[in-house]
């Protein structure tokens, strides 16, 4: 089974065309990446090594950025991307909870935000609370299974970026 994707609670496809870059692949080979036309998803280091050429790119732009990569280095340019994919190299890795909310609260990007990698059923609800709107559900996963997470708690006690205030405080009001 192919990867899947979850957007706004229901499967849907997948326009964007994710470009990937070898692990090995230096500085200064990046600056003579060639990005195809389209909506398209480049590595942030990619990003950094060609910003000037790609803001005058046509077609949307989306940037992925790794697990160990510091959201704060983009934080000028997010009004430039469509789409934000945060990876989860393992299930165990939690650091993408942290830049997504990061990216929604303090730097105030309001585009589509992807979590994609090692994802499953039982992390999609946390992965909305902190800002997700889209998921790439991987190989040999059931999204359409995958998308009744959503409805596995029916009230939330705790403030998100998807509920702003805490149940004691919207029951007080």
């Known amino acids: 089974m192919p990867e899947q994707l979850i957007q706004g609670r229901q499967l849907a496809d997948n326009r964007w065309t994710t470009l990937t870059i070898a692990d090995d692949a230096g500085d200064t080979n990046l600056a003579h990446v060639a990005v195809p036309a389209g909506a398209v998803i480049i590595p942030a280091p990619l990003w950094l090594a060609q910003r000037a050429a790609l803001i005058a790119r046509e077609g949307e732009i989306g940037v992925s950025l790794a697990s ?33 909310r990061l990216l929604r609260e303090r730097y105030g990007y309001t585009g589509e935000l992807r979590a994609v990698g090692d994802i499953g059923r039982d992390q999609l609800f946390y992965l909305s609370r902190v800002g997700f709107t889209s998921f790439l559900i991987p190989d040999g996963r059931d999204a359409a299974a995958a998308l009744q997470s959503f409805n596995d708690f029916p009230e939330v006690y705790q403030s998100g970026v998807d509920q702003a205030l805490p149940l004691f405080r919207r029951r007080a009001a």
């Open 68 to 100: 160990t990569f510091e959201v704060e280095t983009l934080a000028a340019d997010i009004a430039h991307f469509s789409l934000i994919a945060v990876e989860f190299p393992k299930f165990v890795d939690g650091r993408g909870y942290s830049t997504a």
